[in-house]
């Protein structure tokens, strides 16, 4: 689990960044979940932008994002999801 100072870090980290994975309204298809992966890879920090219709739907893509990369969600505001996962390589 990760602290909210550890949180708020990675949140002023990544105001600065544009999304780097765009889910249109056709959601979280199998090419957004290979994008999303390989972004993790090499950049740990991210944001996705949903465009789907709806904050609890939203939500919901971001839990599934975060479930199945085995990253952390860190904040989701608007439209914009911030993941980071940890590259143990890097």
């Known amino acids: 689990m990760m602290s909210s100072a550890?949180?708020?870090r990675l949140r002023?980290?990544?105001?600065?960044?544009?999304?780097v994975v765009k889910?249109?309204?056709?959601g979280l298809t199998a090419n957004v979940h290979v994008a999303i992966e390989e972004?993790?890879?090499?950049?740990?920090?991210?944001?996705?932008?949903?465009r789907s219709q709806g904050?609890?739907?939203?939500?919901r893509?971001?839990?599934e994002i975060s479930s199945k990369t085995?990253?952390?969600?860190?904040?989701l505001i608007g439209q914009?999801?911030?993941i980071y996962r940890k590259n143990d390589k890097k």
């Open 6 to 8: 550890d949180k708020k």
């Open 70 to 75: 085995g990253a952390t969600l860190v904040q």
């Open 12 to 19: 002023a980290q990544a105001h600065s960044l544009k999304p």
């Open 55 to 59: 904050r609890s739907e939203r939500m």
């Open 61 to 63: 893509q971001a839990e």
């Open 80 to 82: 914009i999801a911030i």
């Open 39 to 50: 972004a993790l890879d090499h950049h740990e920090l991210i944001k996705v932008r949903l």
């Open 23 to 26: 889910a249109g309204r056709s």
